[in-house]
C-alpha cells in the first residue's frame, strides 16, 4: 500500500470517528445542554429545553427549531420557537432583522430579581417580523391576578401590528383586539383598540397618526369611550406630540364627558429623560358627584352627602416628578356650598405637606350631625387619621356654620408632628 493510500484511509477513518463522535452528542443532547447552559448563565435562572436544537439553511437564510423551552420555575414555557435570518443580515450582525414565531407561550409572573440585575428589570426588543400563537400570561398586581389567554399576536415593523386575547382580572371577563398600522412619508397610520365584557365596553381610536422626521409622532386628534355598568362617557384629545429625542409626549387638549354630569378639560405634558414628571392645567366639575364615589368603593359616612359633595368643581395647575416634587397651584374648587382657593405642594416624599387654603364660607351641617341640644366639646374635634401623611400650612375660614352654631375669620394652623 502506498504512502498516498495509508494517509487516505486514516483521513476516512478519522471523519468516520468524528461523524461518530458527532452522532453521539447529538443522540445524548450534547448541543440541548450547551445551549441550556448558555442560556441559563445569560438570564441568570435555569432554563431547560425538551430537545436538541433542529438547524436547516437553504440560499436565502438560516433556521433554528427550539422545542419545549422552559426558563425558571415555570416562570415562562414556550411549546415551540422558530427563528429565520437572513444570509445578509447575518454577515452585518442585524441580529434582530428575522422572522420569529412563538406556539404555546406561558408566562408567570413576576419577573424575579437576580443577584446582578437588581431592581433593573428587563427590555423586550422585538423583531422585525413576530408572530406570537396561543399565548397564555398569569400576573400578579397587587392581592388580585392578570390572567390571559387565546393570545395572538403579529408585528411586522414599519408596517402593522394586531393583537387579540381573553382578560380575566377581579372577577371580570373582557375580549380584548387591537389594531396599529405604521405612519410612512406621506402616508398616515392609525390605532384602533377594542375591550368588551358583559358589563361594558371599552373602545379607542386614532384615525390619523404621522411621522414627523425618524423620531417623531403626531396625532392630530383620538379619543376613548367608555361603557360601565350605569356608567359611560369619552376621553377626547387634539394635538398629541411624541419626541422620542426629547423623551416627552405634550397634549395640546383634553376633554372629558361623562355620565352621570362629570367633565373636564385641560392641557398635558409628560417628560421621562431623568425622572417622570407630569405637567397639567385641569378643570373638572361634577354635578353628581356621589355616585363616582360609590363606584370607587367609597361610602363616606356624612349627614348629609347630597348637599355636602354636591355640586362640586376643582381647577388648577399640577407638577409632579416621581420621587419628588409635587405642586399644585392656583387651586379653585367648590364642594356643596364651600368655594375654596389655595395651594398645595410636597418638595420631597420625606417632608410634610405644605397646604394654604381659603375657605369663604363652610357649612358643616351636611358633613356632622348636630342637634340643638348639642353644646361643642373636644370630642366634636376629630383627628386626623393616623395614615394620613404629615401636613403644615394655614387654612383661613372666613365664616364658618354647623347647625345653630357660628364662628367667623377662623384660622387654623396645621403643624406636622416632630417624629
Aim: a positive charge; charged letters at 15%.
Amino acid at each position: 500500500m502506498t504512502l498516498a493510500a495509508k494517509r487516505l484511509g486514516l483521513f476516512a477513518l478519522a471523519l468516520g470517528v468524528l461523524a461518530l463522535l458527532l452522532y453521539l452528542c447529538v443522540l445524548f443532547g450534547v448541543p440541548r445542554i450547551l445551549l441550556s447552559r448558555l442560556l441559563s448563565s445569560e438570564l441568570q435562572m435555569p432554563v431547560r429545553l425538551a430537545q436538541n436544537p433542529q438547524i436547516s439553511a437553504n440560499f436565502s437564510r438560516l433556521q433554528i427549531n427550539l422545542q419545549g423551552l422552559r426558563i425558571g420555575q415555570n416562570l415562562l414555557r414556550l411549546q415551540q420557537i422558530q427563528a429565520a435570518w437572513p444570509w445578509s443580515a447575518l454577515w452585518q450582525r442585524r441580529w434582530m432583522e428575522l422572522r420569529l414565531q412563538v406556539m404555546g407561550l406561558h408566562l408567570r409572573g413576576p419577573w424575579p430579581s437576580t443577584p446582578h440585575r437588581q431592581g433593573t428589570g428587563f427590555a423586550i426588543t422585538l423583531p422585525q417580523n413576530f408572530v406570537l400563537r396561543d399565548g397564555s400570561v398569569d400576573w400578579p398586581l397587587g392581592a388580585r391576578e392578570l390572567q390571559v389567554s387565546a393570545l395572538q399576536a403579529e408585528y411586522r415593523a414599519g408596517q402593522e401590528a394586531t393583537i387579540g386575547g381573553q382578560l380575566r382580572y377581579d372577577g371580570q371577563a373582557f375580549s380584548v383586539s387591537g389594531n396599529y398600522r405604521a405612519a410612512r412619508p406621506g402616508q398616515a397610520g392609525s390605532v384602533s383598540m377594542e375591550a368588551r365584557s358583559k358589563e361594558g365596553l371599552l373602545d379607542v381610536n386614532v384615525p390619523s397618526l404621522h411621522l414627523s422626521g425618524a423620531n417623531t409622532i403626531r396625532i392630530p386628534r383620538g379619543d376613548a369611550r367608555l361603557v360601565w355598568k350605569q356608567f359611560h362617557g369619552g376621553l377626547d384629545f387634539q394635538g398629541l406630540r411624541y419626541a422620542a429625542a426629547q423623551q416627552s409626549l405634550t397634549l395640546v387638549r383634553w376633554r372629558l364627558s361623562a355620565q352621570p354630569q362629570l367633565g373636564g378639560e385641560g392641557t398635558l405634558a409628560l417628560f421621562w429623560k431623568h425622572a417622570l414628571t407630569v405637567q397639567s392645567d385641569f378643570r373638572l366639575h361634577a354635578e353628581q358627584l356621589l355616585p363616582w364615589v360609590h363606584l370607587l368603593g367609597l361610602k363616606p359616612a356624612l349627614a348629609d352627602p347630597q348637599r355636602a359633595l354636591q355640586p362640586a368643581a376643582l381647577s388648577g395647575d399640577l407638577h409632579w416628578t416621581s420621587g419628588g416634587l409635587v405642586q399644585l397651584d392656583q387651586v379653585r374648587g367648590t364642594l356643596g356650598s364651600a368655594q375654596f382657593q389655595g395651594a398645595i405642594s410636597r418638595a420631597d416624599p420625606q417632608l410634610p405637606w405644605q397646604i394654604h387654603a381659603e375657605i369663604s364660607r363652610l357649612d358643616l351641617t351636611p358633613w356632622l350631625r348636630s342637634s340643638a341640644k348639642t353644646t361643642p366639646s373636644a370630642k366634636l374635634i376629630f383627628p386626623l387619621p393616623k395614615d394620613w401623611p404629615a401636613l403644615r400650612g394655614t387654612l383661613r375660614i372666613g365664616e364658618l356654620r354647623w347647625g345653630q352654631w357660628q364662628a367667623k375669620k377662623l384660622q387654623i394652623q396645621l403643624q406636622a408632628v416632630q417624629k
